[in-house]
């Protein structure tokens, strides 16, 4: 039997939301007074929104534009643009996994999400939530209303089986047209099941949307032995190559913890823009490096960020 995605409220599919930058061409001498016609060349600005830790996994602060060097499939960038993004607002997609393998631990994660969105929250952002089992549903459309938030975490439905990627896809496509940092938080066991998207249409569409991905991977303690390793081990992939990371939570207080560091790591992020120097590319895919020197124990900090950015919108 065909599969359908469904949304409860309508999500934008798929239009694409990107900061762009515009260089006008230098002026043409048109000696025969006739109209001419005006050039102008419209250069993609590449915002990498980029996380530093330290040794002990601490976000670090303080830094500035000239302690960051970037590169694009191996050639230098200028940074044309350098902000701490503490201020900027934030689009914040909350997916929780609600197939049957996690109905013992929803109350306890739908709790601790509410504790999340009013440590994050402020009036500029925006939180969604979703649940996912066979379906995907959007219980709250964007808001700083924490009424309305609570209301969209309490609404989330247990289902059968999980469309953990499906998931991925739509959350994805809903934050194309959000701006500023665009997050998704996904709470699962890692399991899929039923998804009609794959792996890799879902890691692209997230890569699409510039979305940062954390993942929070229940583990119950009591069906460790049924863990589904290959999908955690999807999500953790996931997370590196959007820049964000994984977590693995047990407990309600290691979710409270996982939470509270992906709170602290949105609010001292860096974001580096740079126009590319490469106007044409063999390839459809181009890779950022981000390195950090010239600040003390530089040698010792890790430096996240998306993997690169596609030079066109996927069909799918």
């Given amino acids: 039997m065909k599969r359908f995605i469904t949304l409860v409220s309508l999500l934008v599919a798929f239009g694409a939301y990107a900061q762009t930058g515009t260089k006008p061409s230098p002026p043409v001498q048109n000696p025969s007074n006739e109209p001419a016609e005006t050039l102008k060349v419209d250069v993609k600005l590449v915002n990498v929104y980029v996380t530093v830790t330290d040794a002990h996994g601490g976000p670090v602060a303080g830094l500035k534009k000239e302690n960051f060097t970037i590169q694009e499939d191996g050639l230098d960038q200028t940074i044309a643009v350098f902000n701490k993004e503490s201020a900027v607002p934030l689009s914040i997609a909350l997916a929780i996994d609600t197939s049957l393998s996690t109905r013992h631990d929803l109350p306890l994660e739908q709790t601790s999400a509410k504790r999340f969105a009013r440590t994050i929250m402020r009036p500029v952002d925006g939180l969604s939530v979703f649940g996912f089992n066979e379906i995907v549903s ?129 609010r001292t992020q860096y974001l580096l823009g740079y126009y590319s120097s490469q106007r044409m590319s063999m390839s459809q895919f181009r890779r950022i490096h981000v390195a950090v020197s010239g600040a003390e124990d530089a040698r010792s900090y890790r430096v996240r960020h998306r993997a690169g950015y596609y030079t066109s919108k996927s069909d799918f």
């Fill in 138 to 266: 959007q219980s709250s459309g964007y808001t700083a209303d924490l009424h309305r938030i609570d209301e969209g975490i309490d609404h989330v439905r247990l289902g059968a089986a999980t469309a953990l990627y499906d998931a991925v896809y739509l959350v994805s496509r809903s934050l194309d047209r959000q701006k500023g940092r665009k997050v998704i938080v996904l709470i699962t066991d890692g399991g899929d099941t039923v998804s009609k998207i794959d792996y890799k249409e879902a890691v692209r569409a997230a890569e699409e949307a510039e979305a940062t991905v954390y993942s929070i991977i229940v583990v119950p303690i009591e069906n460790s032995a049924g863990r589904e390793t290959g999908g955690e081990h999807a999500l953790i992939q996931l997370s590196e190559d959007t820049g964000g990371k994984y977590y693995y939570a047990t407990s309600v207080a290691q979710l409270d913890d996982a939470f509270r560091q992906i709170s602290d790591e949105l």
